[in-house]
């Protein structure tokens, strides 16, 4: 038995006793190892930040669990079809569209999701750095395997921009906003970010990656000066933290919802939930395509996921990239 199906046969054991005591030889009978190799496992999990209480002739009892985006943990109760069946976890990592897409790249099932509690090369948008600090946010990637064309892909950045929307509403009781083509914010401050990236062919998608940083515990002085856009986290906008775990899977509930009504009915239920959320639709924009600065008035998505803006002269422009700012 590897380390990690124990540590998860233990931690479902103290589960399902519900607080009460488990002797070291009901745990070794269930792993089939001996006693030693228990206390080994136990030392394993208070390593995890799990406290775990010893008493002689009645075994250990988990008095609480840590704030730790573990598989087991997330798993509890998450009743999806397709997201999180499979969930990878990394104490630390480059970046987990990397992880995801070498997975990927080795025939991982759809619906995998890769998690980091730290990120050294983490990354977004036109090359930009992610900063990733340690314990107090999340950092996660979904593989799929849509049946759809390349060209079609970029739709799926609005999918999972709608995922995080609902799930902050649900978690966090606020209201928080789509800023084209992957932002979400609070009170126009930065919150989350994603970058999907694609394997494909001519003709058709390998797979897509889903990738998504989520500022929800950082404190103010842990951003760094320099950067581009102001930003904030739910736990600055609400006054205190969140659970990280709560938070993942409310995401992959919401996310996994959300890419059965995509495979579905297309783009159109996903575009609506996305223009409900925009509240730059109807105002005057800039958007810096980096060979063009095209100024107009934002009319919404198209079937693509281009942005939409009105030009004085009466053209509809369809923009597939650049920076969008508010004049």
């Given at each position: 038995m590897t380390t990690l199906s124990a540590r998860d046969t233990i931690l479902k054991l103290f589960r399902k006793t519900k607080g009460c005591f488990l002797s070291s030889a009901q745990i070794s009978s269930e792993l089939g190892v001996s006693r030693n190799a228990?206390?080994?496992?136990?030392?394993?999990?208070?390593?995890?930040?799990?406290?775990?209480?010893?008493?002689?002739?009645?075994?250990?009892?988990?008095?609480?669990?840590?704030?730790?985006?573990?598989?087991?943990?997330?798993?509890?109760?998450?009743?999806?079809?397709?997201?999180?069946?499979?969930?990878?976890?990394?104490?630390?990592?480059?970046?987990?569209?990397?992880?995801?897409?070498?997975?990927?790249?080795?025939?991982?099932?759809?619906?995998?999701?890769?998690i980091a509690d730290q990120q050294s090369q983490g990354k977004g948008r036109l090359g930009r750095k992610w900063i990733s600090p340690p314990n107090v946010n999340l950092y996660a990637s979904i593989?799929?395997?849509?049946?759809?064309?390349?060209?079609?892909?970029?739709?799926?950045?609005?999918?999972?921009?709608?995922?995080?929307?609902?799930?902050?509403?649900?978690?966090?009781?606020?209201?928080?906003?789509?800023?084209?083509?992957?932002?979400?914010?609070?009170?126009?401050?930065?919150?989350?970010?994603?970058?999907?990236?694609?394997?494909?062919?001519?003709?058709?998608?390998?797979?897509?990656?889903?990738?998504?940083?989520?500022?929800?515990?950082?404190?103010?002085?842990?951003?760094?000066?320099?950067?581009?856009?102001?930003?904030?986290?739910?736990?600055?906008?609400?006054?205190?933290?969140?659970?990280?775990?709560?938070?993942?899977?409310?995401?992959?509930?919401?996310?996994?919802?959300l890419y059965s009504d995509y495979l579905l009915d297309g783009i159109s239920t996903v575009r609506k939930a996305w223009t409900e959320r925009c509240d730059w639709v109807g105002r005057r924009v800039e958007v810096n395509c980096h060979t063009q600065i095209i100024t107009g008035v934002v009319q919404g998505l198209g079937n693509d996921g281009a942005l939409l803006v009105a030009t004085e002269c009466g053209i509809i422009e369809e923009v597939l990239a650049g920076d969008v700012q508010l004049v």
């Open positions: 228990v206390w080994k496992q136990i030392e394993n999990l208070r390593e995890l930040g799990y406290q775990i209480k010893a008493v002689p002739s009645q075994g250990y009892q988990l008095v609480s669990s840590p704030d730790t985006l573990l598989p087991e943990e997330i798993q509890i109760d998450l009743e999806t079809k397709c997201i999180g069946r499979e969930i990878r976890y990394f104490p630390e990592t480059d970046s987990t569209n990397l992880q995801a897409t070498k997975l990927g790249e080795s025939g991982a099932m759809e619906g995998l999701v890769v593989l799929l395997r849509p049946r759809i064309l390349p060209s079609e892909a970029p739709q799926l950045t609005f999918l999972s921009a709608v995922g995080i929307c609902r799930a902050i509403e649900q978690l966090a009781g606020l209201n928080p906003k789509v800023k084209w083509p992957n932002d979400i914010t609070l009170h126009e401050k930065k919150v989350a970010g994603l970058l999907n990236e694609m394997n494909s062919e001519t003709d058709q998608v390998n797979f897509v990656v889903l990738g998504m940083g989520v500022n929800l515990n950082m404190s103010v002085g842990q951003f760094p000066k320099e950067l581009a856009y102001p930003a904030t986290s739910l736990a600055i906008e609400l006054g205190h933290p969140v659970s990280r775990i709560a938070f993942t899977r409310a995401l992959l509930h919401h996310i996994d919802l």
